[in-house]
């Protein structure tokens, strides 16, 4: 039998961004993703070290962000831009929902909300392109 994951979207504001993305897709406590914030001792956070705080805590990731799969069996990040450069902007997938940090959540085939065009996807409110995901599973 295949593992069905399910995710929460766990906001603790805005002072709190990296705890609420370490418990939404691991469902360790504020306690426990707090550990593992002061232990990366690091203000800005990249993709990469997303990647190795998971897998430091157990969980398998791919080792980069790779083409989002809307098929993917895996909760993950979806890493979205707009027309700022150098920004990217975090959003979450599972099971064909897209959430926002908040716990705003919509399906991946909602036409209201998502726009698809030669293989890749808009999130219209957002004026986000999803350009990668990272996969985290246990």
Not at 40 to 67: A, C, D, E, H, M
Not at 82 to 108: R, T
Request: proline letters at 3%; a positive charge; aromatic letters at 18%.
């Amino acid at each position: 039998m295949k593992n069905k994951y399910e995710i929460e979207v766990i906001n603790y504001g805005s002072d709190f961004h990296h705890h609420s993305v370490i418990s939404t897709l691991t469902g360790l406590s504020f306690e426990e993703a707090d550990k593992v914030v002061k232990d990366v001792r690091r203000k800005g956070w990249s993709g990469q070290t997303y990647i190795k705080v998971f897998q430091n805590l157990g969980f398998n990731t791919n080792p980069r962000f790779i083409k989002f799969d809307p098929a993917t069996p895996y909760p993950c990040i979806l890493r979205c831009r707009n027309q700022v450069k150098g920004y990217w902007y975090l959003f979450y997938y599972n099971d064909g929902i897209v959430y926002d940090g908040y716990g705003k959540s919509f399906a991946l085939d909602d036409n209201i909300q998502i726009s698809k065009r030669g293989g890749a996807y808009f999130l219209k409110r957002y004026r986000m392109k999803v350009t990668s995901m990272l996969q985290v599973w246990i």
